[in-house]
């Protein structure tokens, strides 16, 4: 198991998102500073546009579905990766101020934030601890109070979600027990505050928004290929984050370029589908295969994120796999 000891860097950088999607490696820095007692702020390059409509929702209650202006927007389809942006680029600036106490037994970090998030005109306040040694947190906005567990929190974000409506939600990436990533998404209307839901990604920089309430993440290699292809999206019902699968079965036996240079595991077998099981043998080297942007592929079949079967550029077929565990 993968321990972080200094979060209180980490958190704050958060919201970072300089001119060219600055990963939470650089964010690091700036924490470490704020550990120090300083304040770190947070930039975005990229400012979602979120006009306040102050009358609707300050009674709002997170219980409820938030307003929704009319607006009619496009269905989406798995074609449409393009519209979605990183979480790096539409963050709305945001400061922490972060602090960390170890006595003899535990270590306890606590971060501290002030932003509007119901957009009634009053910031909030955010107040976020965490304890390392038993995992458990405490996230409270104002009087609004949720405790629940977390393994590594290194990354808070405010985003829009969906800019119909009044709210604006706090996002806080943590990096897991094993570098698991999970973003975990908060709600908060002016009374309640609401766990959306968390949504696992394969690394940190691979969530993306389209501003319409709508997520995606773009770790599939299905979102490497030209053109794009989403394999899912997740929207808030009822104040809970579900996934929507995509039928791909349009997908299935066509011919892609790869967008990017790909490294990954390819075994030539018959053996294709659910039931393959990669061979992480410390012959696993042997299956090693270097991709190129510009390489046509065929997808035969698509399992999860991690494992698809392909026809190789020279006519081999069989599974592509990737390396997730740990
Ligand atoms: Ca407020
Ligand atoms: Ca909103």
Not at 19 to 27: R, T, Y
Not at 181 to 193: A, E
Request: a negative charge.
């Amino acid at each position: 198991m993968k321990r972080r000891i200094n979060k209180a860097g980490i958190l704050i950088i958060t919201m970072t998102m300089l001119l060219s999607l600055v990963a939470c490696e650089k964010n690091k820095d700036n924490l470490d500073a704020a550990k120090q007692g300083d304040t770190v702020e947070a930039t975005s390059d990229t400012e979602q546009s979120a006009e306040p409509t102050t009358e609707a929702t300050m009674e709002a209650s997170a219980t409820e579905e938030p307003v929704v202006e009319e607006e009619p927007i496009k269905e989406l389809t798995y074609q449409d990766f393009d519209s979605f942006q990183p979480i790096r680029e539409v963050a709305i600036p945001c400061t922490f101020e972060s602090k960390e106490e170890n006595d003899n037994q535990n270590t306890t970090y606590e971060a501290t934030g002030s932003y509007d998030l119901n957009q009634d005109g009053t910031d909030d306040t955010i107040l976020f601890k965490h304890d390392s040694d038993t995992y458990e947190y405490s996230l409270q906005i104002n009087e609004a109070n949720i405790t629940d567990f977390m393994a590594t929190p290194e990354c808070f974000y405010i985003v829009d979600l969906d800019k119909r409506d009044t709210y604006q939600e706090l996002v806080i990436y943590d990096n897991g027990m094993s570098d698991d990533p999970c973003f975990n998404f908060y709600r908060y209307d002016g009374n309640n505050l609401v766990l959306l839901g968390m949504i696992g990604s394969l690394s940190d920089s691979t969530i993306s928004f389209d501003g319409y309430g709508r997520i995606v993440k773009g770790d599939s290699l299905l979102n490497r290929l030209s053109p794009s292809i989403i394999p899912a999206f997740y929207e808030v019902e009822k104040n809970e984050l579900k996934m929507h699968d995509f039928d791909l079965s349009e997908v299935l036996n066509q011919e892609y370029s790869l967008s990017v240079d790909e490294n990954a595991y390819f075994c030539e077998t018959d053996q294709v589908g659910e039931d393959f099981i990669p061979d992480w043998s410390e012959n696993m080297q042997d299956y090693e295969i270097n991709l190129k942007a510009g390489d046509k592929i065929m997808v035969k079949g698509i399992y999860d994120s991690e494992r698809y079967w392909v026809v190789l550029p020279d006519g081999r077929s069989g599974m592509l796999y990737y390396w997730i565990g740990d």
